[in-house]
């Protein structure tokens, strides 16, 4: 193989590439690289004559460069001696720039060792000028066309799993030392996850090889689902596979990405006609934590995979420091916390920027571990949105909430309660029985409750989503859109669904007093929501400026750590003592 096919991890980029795989039906473009203006027009002459061909022409090698850079492929016929790169060096940046573009040289110089040290660069083929015709050219370009074709798949079967497309082993392991000196280099962390399925011989054994084949590849889909772009997915052999997680903000993240790697496998398939329900159990290591290579990272997240196997299978184990922390898989979790009473819930108060006084009160989940400990919403959150648990989970959060409001107003303080819901609750019918359940058995007036929404939740545009908003508004039940200005949505989303409060995002709340124009998008959000006759709260509020700046711009509503930290205890006769030193 050339010489430029040596970095297996740059190869494995590009062969990923869109641009790659549309070499399958790619169009004949050209892209001729010459400054002379005669041989220019006689490629020209030859190209029109051979028919089928659409060609570019740049006389520097930049421009040329320039082109490459949007990834398109192209046929590229390149001269060697042009005004900013003589000699083979145009080869090498031609061939950097578009590695997935045959390459055809045509040159004045009559020299052999030239023409095969371009080969060794990358060029598919090397023509003599004032020996080309239209024939011979599009022979050549023909023959070119198919060396790169039959070039691409070589590599690709060399650093792919024949049977799922993954990487192999040898490419994962080069792409973890990658990610290994990268962290050396920059800090910060990565892990490796390795799983093997569960019982995956009884399937071969009961069901076939070909029903194994099938969950293999059905499996290697829902692992490239899971994890971003940047991360690595392989099949080191049989059913075991593992993953390459990059640019983590902590070991932890790892945990939650295994368990939803967990969920993610645990869907039903059908297999040779039959539905079963696959199960895998993972190993999790983490660097610069406890390893110093990458063989003894992967052996690492290897040992902590059998110490799942061992603990009873479908489940999770993190290697730390010389030993093995089992974790329940979330699911289990979930049931044990609901019926310990692990799930609470905290609140943070919302208040009138203009006269302190107390609106309600956002309730925000938490969950404890057995020992005790608050487990941060981060770690399980993302579980609970993929969660079997979730629709449980959502049915106690508005029923605990609804209870600490109706408390406050027996006690004469006539509050509401805002409650986030994730977007499988809105599309499940049953969130308006269960919201209406909640309000009748407290006494509650459908107003006392606010659900929170995020704005990416309303880009489906679903009919189940807009009916269930609209029988809930139909209730009473506020309907509040959370992060608002995030989602990149339209404006439109605000005519088509039913909604009554704005909340401005964080990010742009922070920018109030940071910077010279900090605060127009805050500003934007609220005269866009009195216009449509919203109500605009403004959330993360943590500095007096922000806080008058808010209030100055007619915001309706605000919270944040500078008036109030999430607690266990809501107390609903604080008031927001800032407000009238602010007002001042």
């Known amino acids: 193989m050339a010489a430029h096919l040596a970095d297996v991890g740059a190869l494995d980029t590009q062969l990923d590439s869109p641009s790659a795989a549309a070499w399958h039906n790619a169009p004949q473009a050209i892209l001729v690289v010459e400054d002379n203006e005669a041989d220019a027009y006689l490629v020209q002459e030859h190209l029109e004559e051979a028919g089928g061909y659409a060609a570019t022409y740049c006389e520097y090698l930049r421009d040329a460069l ?93 650093h792919h799993d024949h049977l799922t497309g993954l990487s192999n082993r040898a490419t994962f392991r080069s792409r973890l030392s990658k990610a290994m000196a990268r962290v050396r280099r920059t800090g910060g962390f990565i892990a ?8 995956f011989k009884q399937i071969n054994d009961t069901l076939g090889h070909d029903a194994g084949d099938q969950l293999l590849k059905g499996i290697s889909g829902r692992l490239l689902d899971t994890v971003r772009d940047m991360d690595t997915v392989a099949r080191l052999g049989g059913d075991e596979f593992a993953i390459v997680l990059e640019e983590l903000e902590s070991p932890e993240r790892a945990n939650e990405v295994a368990e939803r790697v967990l969920h993610a496998v645990a869907q039903p398939l059908v297999l040779d006609g039959e539905s079963i329900v696959p199960a895998c159990s993972v190993g999790v290591a983490c660097f610069p934590m406890t390893a110093d290579s990458p063989d003894e990272l992967l052996k690492q997240a290897d040992e902590s995979m059998y110490s799942a196997k061992r603990a009873g299978r479908n489940r999770v184990s993190r290697f730390t420091g010389g030993s093995v922390v089992r974790t329940l898989p979330w699911d289990q979790e979930f049931v044990e916390a609901l019926g310990e009473g692990r799930f609470v819930l905290h609140y943070q108060t919302q208040f009138d920027p203009g006269t302190g006084a107390q609106l309600g009160a956002e309730a925000l989940l938490r969950l404890r571990s057995g020992g005790g400990s608050i487990i941060p919403p981060v770690a399980f959150i993302p579980a609970l949105e993929t969660s079997d648990q979730l629709f449980a989970v959502t049915g106690w959060v508005i029923d605990e909430a609804c209870r600490q ?146 209030r100055a711009a007619g915001c309706d509503g605000v919270q944040g750590l500078l008036l109030s930290r999430p607690t266990r205890l809501w107390c609903p006769t604080d008031r927001l003592q800032t407000a009238g030193r602010v007002a001042a």
């Open 192 to 199: 490796v996850l390795f799983l093997d399925l569960d019982r």
């Open 66 to 158: 320039t082109l490459l850079s949007d990834g398109e492929p192209r046929i590229i016929i390149t001269d060697l001696g042009l005004p900013d790169a003589l000699g083979l060096d145009c080869v090498q940046q031609l061939r950097a720039a578009s590695p997935e573009s045959p390459l055809i040289v045509l040159s004045g110089m009559a020299d052999e060792s030239v023409a095969i040290e371009a080969m060794k660069l990358g060029a598919q083929d090397y023509l003599m000028k004032g020996q080309v015709d239209a024939d011979s050219l599009a022979r050549a370009i023909r023959y070119a066309t198919e060396r790169k074709r039959t070039e691409l798949k070589l590599v690709r079967l060399a």
């Open 405 to 550: 409001v109706a408390e406050h107003r027996a006690a004469g303080h006539s509050l509401s309660v805002a409650v986030n819901v994730l977007a499988r609750d809105l599309a499940r019918p049953g969130l308006v029985a269960t919201v209406g359940g909640a309000l009748r058995k407290f006494s509650l007036p459908g107003d006392a409750l606010e659900l929170e929404i995020t704005e990416r939740m309303l880009l489906s545009d679903s009919s189940v989503t807009r009916t269930t908003l609209a029988e809930l508004r139909s209730m009473g039940v506020r309907v509040a859109i959370d992060d608002f200005g995030t989602g990149y949505g339209s404006l439109g989303c605000l005519e088509r669904f039913p909604v009554d409060v704005l909340k401005i995002a964080r990010s742009f709340v922070s920018t109030i007093g940071r910077t010279g124009n900090g605060g127009t998008v805050a500003a934007a959000v609220i005269g866009l929501s009195h216009t449509l006759g919203l109500t605009v709260v403004g959330d993360g509020v943590e500095t007096p400026k922000q806080l008058e700046f808010l």
